[in-house]
């Protein structure tokens, strides 16, 4: 069984080039390269601002092919562009599988709805921003981050047209994180009270919080964005550091004493599993963040009149950030680690293997 695995979203919605994202460690190319240990020739394909066709390997798993094929749009809604040129490629390619990774890109449901559906190819989901979409009931598996992704799926609404997702088809994929690259550094001074990051574009983040917060602590920006600019002169108390690469990240996290998601649009953003890998206690909103995301232990889930207060509290209680800290690192380590997806994708052949044999 070949097995393709597609990115929904076009490798530029990160604000990164195709070098970049080819270079980045993480779970979009961990799963294929598992997939592929475990017998399933697999390839990551994805879209992007120009062709190009690669190869990408970590430690002594099998090299992972990468395609990269160009985009067919030049406007601004991200969300919507998709790939010809990768429709095409999949019509032809012979694949028994393919996995979409994400339910809100174009270029997965333009995939799903010219070539997969019409050829009866089976296909799985990762869910990762959005959860649900009409593609969602044609699909094989759904691998879900969240119980709260989990619990929106199967949980019949008021909105009659939503499909129910029968439990059997739900598969829990952890958050991975390289825990070798994001680790804590004590050798890095803790420059900071708060660490954030995000894209500064407009309606992304509660960048509200963010101001707040600097009336009283020290606060860090990690991350660029056509607000850069604005905010840069508007909120000077403020270090906005810009873009930073892949590579330097783990050194602008370890900069902070905690970490604060302040958005309401994501319910696992990659950044919390990346700062608790390096010990820095991640906290979020909790009526947004569930704790299955940020357990007690290793962090905070706050209420917005209490935030403030809320986090001046930990960073004042050095002992109990300290305590934190140590959790956040060990949660990662257990958790969170590049092989965590293993049993996901072990499960996803199996009910595939299964849904095969009883259709054949």
Not at 34 to 42: F, I, K, N
Request: charged share 25%.
């Amino acid at each position: 069984m070949n097995i393709i695995y597609v990115q929904s979203y076009p490798v530029y919605h990160d604000l990164i080039d195709e070098h970049e994202f080819v270079e980045l460690a993480n779970r979009d190319k961990w799963m294929p390269a598992l997939t592929s240990q475990r017998g399933y020739p697999s390839e990551l394909w994805a879209g992007g601002n120009q062709a190009m066709e690669t190869e990408w390997q970590y430690d002594n798993l099998p090299a992972v092919p990468v395609r990269i094929f160009k985009t067919d749009q030049t406007d601004a809604n991200i969300g919507k562009h998709t790939s010809r040129a990768l429709v095409n490629a999949a019509s032809e390619s012979g694949a028994d599988l393919f996995v979409i990774n994400g339910v809100d890109g174009g270029i997965g449901v333009q995939l799903v709805r010219e070539v997969l559906i019409p050829k009866r190819i089976p296909y799985a989901i990762v869910i990762a921003g959005e959860w649900y979409h009409p593609i969602v009931k044609h699909a094989k598996a759904i691998l879900y981050e969240t119980e709260y992704q989990r619990r929106q799926l199967t949980r019949r609404t008021i909105r009659f047209w939503r499909t129910v997702v029968p439990e059997k088809k739900m598969i829990h994929l952890p958050k991975s994180v390289d825990t070798r690259h994001f680790a804590p550094d004590p050798e890095i001074e803790k420059t900071h009270d708060i660490i954030a990051a995000g894209r500064l574009i407009s309606n992304y983040k509660n960048y509200q919080a963010l101001f707040e917060l600097s009336r009283k602590r020290k606060v860090g920006v990690i991350g660029g964005g056509p607000l850069l600019p604005q905010f840069r002169r508007k909120y000077p108390e403020i270090t906005w550091f810009g873009p930073v690469i892949y590579s330097e990240l783990p050194t602008y996290l370890n900069k902070g004493k905690v970490f604060f998601h302040s958005g309401y649009l994501e319910h696992y953003p990659r950044t919390i599993s990346e700062a608790a890998a390096c010990g820095v206690p991640p906290v979020a909103f909790g009526d947004i963040i569930q704790s299955d995301v940020i357990p007690e232990k290793i962090g905070l889930r706050v209420k917005k009149n209490e935030f403030v207060n809320k986090i001046s509290e930990l960073l004042e209680n050095p002992e109990e950030l300290q305590r934190k800290s140590a959790a956040a690192r060990a949660h990662a380590e257990k958790n969170l680690h590049h092989l965590s997806s293993l049993p996901a994708i072990r499960e996803m052949i199996s009910r595939v293997h299964s849904s095969r044999n009883a259709s054949g």
